[in-house]
């Protein structure tokens, strides 16, 4: 059973830093890019960051530029995503996704990833 599980989300004040964690079992992402999308109430999701397997690229979404940084661990299959300066604009729930197989993709858009986590809810006070 292929599952994405995501963990590390809560309650934190503005200005405060959450770090979220993504493992992926029950099939190999090897060579997958990897992703954070979320969505808040009342909007659709959107994407937040990405990288590739191989080499480390990454992509953000300009709300998030410079702020959060995404990261992975090819031999635990475990994305991250370090959280800083939060805002309340950043409340959400936060998605892990899994792309198809692509060293050195970098996908973007949702319609890419095959697999998706539950989500983690992320709120920040203001």
């Known amino acids: 059973q292929v599952q994405l599980v995501e963990s590390g989300g809560g309650l934190v004040q503005t200005g405060g830093s959450l770090r979220l964690s993504c493992a992926a079992s029950g099939r190999t992402f090897r060579g997958s890019p990897m992703g954070w999308f979320r969505q808040a109430p009342g909007k659709e999701r959107e994407f937040v960051a990405a990288i590739s397997w191989s080499l480390g690229n990454t992509a953000y979404a300009d709300s998030v530029k410079g702020r959060f940084t995404i990261s992975r661990d090819n031999a635990k299959i475990t994305v991250y995503l370090q959280m800083n300066s939060l805002k309340p604009e950043d409340t959400a729930v936060y998605y892990c996704?899994?792309?198809?197989?692509?060293?050195?993709?970098?996908?973007?858009?949702?319609?890419?990833?095959?697999?998706w986590g539950r989500g983690t809810q992320v709120t920040v006070s203001s």
């Open positions: 996704a899994a792309g198809r197989f692509s060293p050195q993709g970098l996908d973007v858009t949702s319609d890419d990833y095959d697999y």
